[in-house]
């Protein structure tokens, strides 16, 4: 089993959509948990952290199950300028706390149609 | 957040050749990677760079392909030895503020392609 997962994709999305992604990662330990963006031929930016309780940061909304090990990221009012593709990271800090201990999911494509 | 940015941006180079890259903060950081991100594949870890002392590598990854320094907080280069083919990929420096939790901040890249 990968320890991250990522549906690939494309979302083929028109403006003003609701669009969810899903992710799952194998590793129990793990410490903390991010949403990466990264448009094409550019570096990862990070979008957000997620926590337990789930956040939120204006049309974006990030959840943690820690339980099933699922995180997940809600975009409302989709954007043309939220085309990118979104990466799921996790922090495998609990084996050792290494901070570079990342581990990145080949991340979902989103593509915002007008 | 930092401003972080890598030397070159890209290269074309041929095999047996090596290539040193450049990653330069405009803060000091408590701790700097680099990753490798092969096409269509997502990022994967090569190294952290310790100030002062010898890389730690991630399993799969050797100092004599990947030799690193980190002379300071705020540079540091990796080299990318004896090139093949297979070592074209985008190569990414991230950095750790000092202030800033655990999130990891990515330089622009550097694309390399080995012919």
């Known amino acids: 089993r990968k320890e991250v997962e990522q549906d690939p994709g494309p979302f083929n999305v028109p403006e003003g959509a609701t669009v969810a992604f899903n992710c799952t990662y194998s590793?129990?330990?793990?410490?903390?948990f991010f949403w990466y963006r990264q448009d094409c031929r550019k570096e990862p930016k990070l979008l957000m952290s997620?926590?337990?309780s789930g956040n939120e940061d204006g049309r974006f909304t990030a959840q943690l199950n820690r339980a099933s090990q699922y995180i997940s990221l809600l975009i409302r009012d989709s954007k043309l300028s939220d085309s990118a593709t979104y990466l799921c990271?996790?922090?495998?800090?609990?084996?050792?706390?290494?901070?570079?201990?990342?581990?990145f999911g080949k991340g979902t494509k989103l593509s915002v149609k007008p | 957040s930092a401003v972080i940015s890598q030397k070159p941006s890209r290269d074309i180079c041929q095999r047996g050749t090596s290539l040193t890259i450049q990653c330069q903060v405009d803060?000091?950081?408590?701790?700097m990677f680099w990753y490798r991100q092969q096409p269509g594949q997502s990022l994967t870890l090569i190294a952290t760079a310790n100030q002062g002392s010898e890389a730690t590598y991630e399993s799969g990854f050797v100092i004599d392909k990947f030799p690193i320094s980190r002379p300071n907080l705020t540079f540091s280069t990796l080299t990318v030895s004896n090139m093949s083919p297979e070592d074209s990929s985008i190569y990414l420096c991230s950095v750790v503020p000092t202030h800033g939790r655990e999130t990891q901040y990515f330089g622009p890249g550097t694309r390399l392609l080995v012919l």
């Open positions: 997620v926590y337990s």
């Open positions: 590793n129990s330990a793990s410490q903390s």
């Open positions: 990271v996790v922090n495998m800090g609990g084996y050792g706390g290494s901070q570079g201990n990342l581990i």
């Open positions: 803060s000091q950081v408590t701790m």
